[in-house]
Antibody, heavy 121, light 109 residues
């Protein structure tokens, strides 16, 4: 059974940093293309970034407004995806979802339950 | 960053047909934008109904279909059911960067 569990959310002050983790299980993580999607309270979805599998290049793409502040990484030995968020602003307050959406040969669609990040003084 | 536009809200009668559209500020939406359509119900994580313009996941009801229509991506629901009441988001890819539309709140009434 595919499982994605995000962690690391919480309350952080403006200007602070936070690292989110997404622990994956039930599939071959090193073949997986992963992405982060966020949703501010009561608002729509926002695409944060994606990380291709290493076999497909291992490249990352970021939403233009977030480039430079947000960085994704992955540790295939630990089946974990990370999102490092720096210089946080109040508008970064959102539920952050980890998504497994492609595996080098097929489209899939698995979402974690999300982790809430609140940026407030 | 491109802006992706959707109808803020639409209403469809049970059993009726409705088309949701997804436009791009950069011009015509094409298959090269790899349009996705996602459904989100209150309190739930989103799930993808359509990817790559027309392709369905195994769980996508047959009454949903994706297409390109008049320079936009489109999601057509034929034979609406009460359980289709939800928020629908399109997602377009711009050379690897994804951009969501603002969502369409679909009411089945």
């Amino acid at each position: 059974e595919v499982q994605l569990v995000e962690s690391g959310g919480g309350l952080v002050k403006p200007g602070g940093s936070l690292r989110l983790s997404c622990a994956a299980s039930g599939f071959t993580f090193n073949n997986a293309w992963m992405k982060w999607v966020r949703q501010a309270p009561g608002k729509g979805l926002e695409w944060v970034g994606r990380f291709k599998s290493k076999i497909d290049g291992g490249t990352t793409d970021y939403a233009a407004p977030l480039k430079g502040r947000f960085t994704m990484s992955r540790d295939d030995s630990k089946n974990t995806l990370y999102l490092q968020m720096n210089s946080l602003k109040s508008e970064d307050t959102a539920v952050y979802y980890c998504v497994y959406y492609y595996n080098s040969s097929a489209h899939v669609d698995y979402w974690g339950p999300g982790t809430l990040v609140t940026v407030s003084s | 960053q491109a802006v992706v536009t959707q109808e803020p809200s639409l209403t469809v009668s049970p059993g009726g047909t409705v088309t949701l559209t997804c436009g791009s500020s950069t011009g015509t939406v094409s298959s090269g934008h790899y349009p996705y359509w996602l459904q989100q119900k209150p309190g739930q994580a989103p799930r993808t109904l359509i990817y790559d313009t027309t392709k369905k996941h195994s769980w996508t009801p047959a009454r949903f279909s994706g297409s390109l229509l008049g320079g936009k991506a489109a999601l057509t629901l034929s034979g609406a059911q009460p359980e289709d009441e939800a928020e629908y988001y399109c997602l377009l890819s711009y050379s690897g960067e994804g951009v969501f539309g603002g969502g369409t709140k679909l009411t089945v009434l």
